[in-house]
């Protein structure tokens, strides 16, 4: 096992910048998600790690082993690929083995360990089949297995749940998760589906345009993301230009909002829906005027429109109100709901 | 509505159908005509071939198999398809390799060039060949010229289009992740090819040696200056034999030509499908 550090990692095509500049540091054992949308560098940054792409700059290591110049057949990895990949013409247990032949194991210590891997991914009694007579899911955990019967040093994922349909994509990840931490093993996955990231993650890496924006725990992200991309992408958000004055930030029609850690300078405030409580009108907070009013069975999605003319949208739990058009009420915005960031604009 | 019959479909409809059944059997009819003809021819009794035949014997065969000519040029075309072809394949399929991985200047002129035995004449290729070999034989004094082997580097050029043509299409349709989950696992890119990607394209390789063998089987045009006494294909020996006599002894090897061939193409299609790897 070993953490994972790379540097200034780059990759251009001609003109364009597939990747520009990622520095990351993954933890030994630890479970870390690149996060993005589609063509924001994630695959090219782990084919980067896997070796399959030679970076334009920058460096990957490996443990104490710098493998930037390393083919991947010699950087000691396990890769999951959307497509599975599976060797079409070996039987299941065949696949699993391969990584192990080519690795001189002995015969009887390659069907221990092929059966302990097939069994992990509660796959016993599979060994015969060939891929194509078994499931999609079925078949992302045979690659599973084939992955980490090497004990690779590092688990390499992309988008490996991407191809099953949602019940399934919900059992893999959690079978992904369980089997990292038995394992420990430092694991790098891709994907954009961020409740996916979130729920597998110790960490993420949110990227966009080839650059990392943010590198926190799920809810470090989710909680006080460091921009508005960032902000969106993990989940809906409020956001409103103004300026910061000594721990208030004050919007640009006027409302004082008290902000708790705010930075000099911030110039957006970003609120989640569901950070925001609602009470009766002339409660201590915002007074505001249902625009719409949704329920959803857990709760309600509110459309607010504040004093200031500036819109809200608030998710809260059912408690019994019957909310609607044209309602008045005041809308409570604790200074831990806010976050300031500096949009730079 | 009103424009259908009870069986659902309009008078037209119906018509439409059977000019294109009764066109359908017409061109199947006309491809398998000389098939049958040959087939008919050889199981006639009579020494010349008339209609309706004098009757039917299987002596024919049994003409053909003693004639020695006719039998060791089958062999000599057995052998020389069976090298030629895996000649070609040993070229060819790291040459595919190359053409369907490779991005490198000059790729698209060294497919081309790989094919263009296809579009030179093959009695063109046979005679340069002759030259050349002649040439040969006479700087070096090695007896080239009227040895078999000539042949088989004339045949060579036969199989290399089919071989390069059907086993760069079969890589290209390898899904190269497949390729890299073993790359991962630490296998070497030659370790990669030999135990995941050539098992993958296994089929192709086999359409390609059925192809290559068939073609080179049946050439005479590429053979014809290369052929010597004793050193003849079976096409050339027919060929040959017709010269002098006109019997249904060709036909009885034509037909066991036909069976051979149409037993290699079923057993191929057995293995591989056919229709997806060409
Ligand atoms: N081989 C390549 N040649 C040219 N451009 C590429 C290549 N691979 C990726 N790109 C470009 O680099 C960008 C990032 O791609 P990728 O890493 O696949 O993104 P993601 O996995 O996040 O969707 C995209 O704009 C893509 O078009
Ligand atoms: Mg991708």
Redesign the interface.
């Known amino acids: 096992m070993a953490g994972i550090r790379i540097e200034s990692l780059a990759k251009r095509y001609n003109a364009v910048s597939a990747v520009d500049g990622v520095t990351l540091d993954v933890r030994d054992g630890e479970f870390l998600v690149l996060l993005g949308p589609s063509g924001c560098g994630k695959t090219t940054t782990l084919r980067m790690i896997a070796g399959f792409v030679a970076p334009s700059e920058g460096c990957v290591r490996i443990g104490a082993r710098d493998v930037t110049h390393e083919p991947p057949y010699r950087r000691n990895i396990g890769l999951v690929f959307q497509n599975y990949a599976l060797f079409p013409h070996l039987t299941v247990e065949e696949n699993v083995a391969f990584g192990l032949r080519r690795r001189r194991v002995g015969e009887a210590a390659i069907r221990t360990r092929v059966a302990t891997a097939l069994s992990r991914v509660k796959l016993d009694g599979f060994g015969g089949r060939y891929p194509r007579a078994m499931s999609g899911g079925q078949q992302q955990r045979v690659a599973i297995a084939r992955a980490i019967v090497i004990e690779p040093d590092v688990l390499l994922l992309d988008e490996p749940l991407s191809n099953l349909d949602a019940q399934l994509r919900h059992d893999v990840r959690g079978e992904l998760r369980r089997l990292q931490t038995e394992l420990g093993i430092t694991t790098i996955m891709v994907t954009h589906d961020q409740d996916e990231a979130m729920s597998v993650a110790d960490r993420l890496a949110v990227m966009e345009k080839g650059q990392v924006r943010q590198v926190g725990t799920p809810s470090e992200i989710y909680r006080r993301p460091a921009d508005r991309f960032v902000a969106s992408f993990v989940g809906r958000a409020n956001f409103y230009a103004g300026r910061a004055e000594r721990g208030i930030f004050v919007t640009a029609s006027g409302l004082r909002l008290p902000v708790a850690d705010l930075a000099e300078g911030a110039d957006t405030l970003m609120i989640r829906p569901e950070a925001v409580g609602l009470r009766p009108a002339g409660a201590d907070g915002l007074a505001a005027t249902v625009e719409t009013a949704t329920y959803l069975g857990a709760g309600w999605e509110l459309e607010l429109r504040l004093a200031g003319g500036e819109r809200l949208s608030v998710v809260a739990p059912d408690a019994g109100e019957h909310w609607r058009q044209g309602q008045i009420l005041t809308a409570h915005v604790a200074p831990t709901a806010g976050v300031g960031m500096r949009t730079g604009s | 509505m009103s424009g259908e019959t009870i069986l659902g479909r309009r008078p037209v409809e119906i018509l439409a159908r059977a000019a294109l059944r009764a066109a359908t059997a017409l061109v199947l009819a006309y491809i398998a005509m000389p098939l049958a003809l040959v087939v008919w021819l050889s199981f006639m009794a009579g020494e010349i071939m008339v209609v309706p035949p004098e009757g039917y014997s299987l002596r024919w065969y049994g003409v053909a198999w003693n004639q020695d000519q006719l039998r060791s040029g089958f062999v000599t075309s057995l052998w020389v398809a069976a090298v030629a072809t895996t000649l070609g394949l040993l070229v060819t399929v790291p040459a595919s390799f190359a053409l369907a991985r490779g991005r490198f200047p000059g790729r698209e002129a060294v497919l081309q060039l790989l094919m263009s035995p296809l579009i030179v004449p093959g009695i063109v290729i046979g005679a340069s060949i002759y030259v050349f070999l002649v040439q040969v034989e006479i700087e070096t004094g090695l007896p080239l010229a009227g040895s078999a082997w000539g042949i088989v580097v004339a045949h060579l050029l036969l199989t290399v289009p089919w071989c390069v043509r059907l086993v760069t299409a079969n890589l290209v349709g390898v899904?190269r992740?497949?390729e890299?989950?073993?790359?991962?696992?630490?296998?070497?890119?030659l370790?990669t090819a030999l135990?995941?990607t050539l098992?993958?394209i296994?089929p192709g390789l086999v359409a390609a040696a059925v192809f290559g063998f068939v073609v080179s089987f049946g050439n005479i045009e590429v053979s014809l200056f290369l052929v010597a006494p004793g050193q003849t294909t079976l096409p050339i020996a027919i060929l040959q034999y017709l010269q002098w006599k006109i019997d249904p002894t060709i036909a009885a090897v034509s037909v066991a030509q036909i069976v051979l061939i149409g037993a290699a193409l079923v057993a191929t299609s057995r293995i591989t499908n056919l229709g997806k790897v060409v």
């Open positions: 899904n992740s497949v890299e989950a073993a790359l991962s696992l630490g296998a070497s890119p370790v135990t995941v098992p993958m296994w």
